[in-house]
């Protein structure tokens, strides 16, 4: 059990494993708010809910945590900034699925997840990596 402890904390000290471990946090949080507002609220409206709340979770843990950045409101805000263009794609690709594809409205967020997620890492890291490390 110590020896893969050992592995598994080694593992974390890299970003992308990080970046993963908050990615699945921040999924747990995002999809369980999502459904909860899926009781009150339409798909969309849904959508945005559960992703104000993991805005401010994903741009916390993603500038410091994952990226071992400093944190300052600035960085935060263009984070931000960028984590909404994100959703943007993500809410089109979901109304795409459900409206064009007829994928039903509880798994269209986790196919796009599956598409988005691998690309999110590679644009957060050069965002975050410019925004403290400016040229």
Do not use: C
């Not at 994903?58 to 410091?64: C, E, R, V």
């Not at 071992?68 to 979901?94: E, H, K, M, P, Q």
């Not at 599956?114 to 400016?134: A, D, E």
């Amino acid at each position: 059990m110590g020896v893969m402890i050992d592995r598994l904390t080694e593992l974390y000290r890299f970003p992308i494993t990080r970046f993963f471990v908050v990615g699945g946090v921040n999924f747990v949080l995002s999809y369980a708010v999502y459904l909860v507002a899926l009781q009150y609220t339409g798909y969309r409206m849904s959508y945005w809910i559960s992703f104000a709340v993991s805005l401010f979770f994903m741009s916390l843990m993603n500038i410091h945590h994952t990226f071992g950045r400093d944190l300052n409101i600035t960085s935060f805000l263009i984070y931000a900034v960028y984590y909404y263009g994100y959703a943007l794609a993500n809410v089109t690709l979901i109304a795409l699925l459900i409206e064009d594809l007829k994928v039903p409205e509880e798994f269209a967020l986790l196919v796009t997840m599956v598409v988005l997620v691998p690309i999110h890492f590679f644009l957060s890291r050069q965002v975050i990596y410019r925004l403290t490390h400016p040229r």
